[in-house]
């Protein structure tokens, strides 16, 4: 019960921060959103490790794993918010959302076991990609072009890929270290590589209307990892694929924020891509 119950309490707080970083990315720009949130995360998160655990036994298998999942997470976010100024976040957020599935076949890849049926599951899910980044839809009343879309759509299943990696390092390191100090590793990658560059250059930009968005962000994030960490120490792949039920919360949520309208192919492929998760899913358990 704990990788279900982790998954999906990581996939409602993530919903939080697909909005959120959304609106924060489209005032402000990506980088400054990956810098401020990872701030953000850093200032909550190290106290309370250094508190509960001062000197953790980072050997070089934690290191390693460590780079991983902070490096996927970074990246993913960087390719994500790129993308929310694109496209619809509906169909960012869906296609991002198959990074439990690519992470679950990772964990295949390095021994875990999926049921019977997973591969036409996930051949299910390919097709609601596609489907999902076949049109432009519109947003508040202006139409999204075909060539806007489609890169938002390139720009997410590349950000999925990338996040996926850092959810399998994120699994891996979370029976290696506590776990004040497993869901570090992004925040210290996020300061280290994005924001303190950024500072040096005197490039973060954020504004007045966009930092209660960017502390959102950040607090949604730290609190989201916690919650697949926790549900990942029992079980990698169904904490990652549960955890990305956060894309049809996301969709919903950006029909009402966003006046989000999409074409038929394009709900199509993102109920493919909703069912397909779900059903990997559940093969799982």
């Avoid at 997470?73 to 690519?102: F, K, M």
């Avoid at 969709?251 to 109920?271: C, D, M, P, T, Y």
């Amino acid at each position: 019960m704990i990788p279900i119950i982790g998954g999906l309490c990581a996939a409602l707080v993530f919903a939080v921060s697909v909005l959120v970083s959304a609106r924060a990315s489209r005032l402000v720009g990506a980088p400054s959103t990956v810098a401020g949130a990872m701030v953000v995360g850093l200032a909550i998160g190290l106290p309370i490790a250094l508190v509960t655990t001062p000197a953790p036994n980072l050997d070089g298998a934690a290191l390693g794993w460590a780079l991983m999942a902070g490096f996927g997470n970074v990246c993913g976010l960087l390719l994500t918010y790129v993308a929310y100024r694109s496209g619809a976040v509906g169909v960012v957020s869906a296609i991002a959302s198959t990074e439990g599935a690519i992470a679950a076949v990772i964990a295949v890849l390095a021994g875990e076991i999926l049921a019977p049926g997973s591969g036409i599951v996930l051949a299910l899910i390919a097709v609601g990609v596609v489907l999902a980044a076949s049109g432009g839809g519109e947003e508040e009343g202006v139409p999204i072009p075909r060539d806007r879309a489609v890169r938002a759509a390139s720009l997410a299943l590349a950000a999925a890929i990338s996040f996926a990696f850092g959810l399998y390092g994120a699994g891996r390191i979370a029976g290696l270290l506590p776990l004040a100090w497993a869901i570090l590793p992004a925040r210290v990658v996020g300061v280290v590589v994005v924001a303190v560059p950024l500072a040096v250059l005197g490039r973060i930009h954020i504004t007045r209307a966009a930092l209660p968005y960017v502390v959102a962000t950040g607090v949604a994030e730290i609190v989201g990892y916690v919650a697949y960490t926790i549900g990942a120490r029992e079980g990698i792949a169904v904490s990652a694929v549960l955890a990305s039920m956060f894309a049809p919360i996301a969709a919903v949520a950006a029909f009402v924020v966003f006046r989000e309208r999409l074409s038929r192919v394009q709900i199509a492929g993102i109920v493919a891509i909703v069912v397909g998760v779900a059903t990997l899913g559940l093969l799982q358990t």
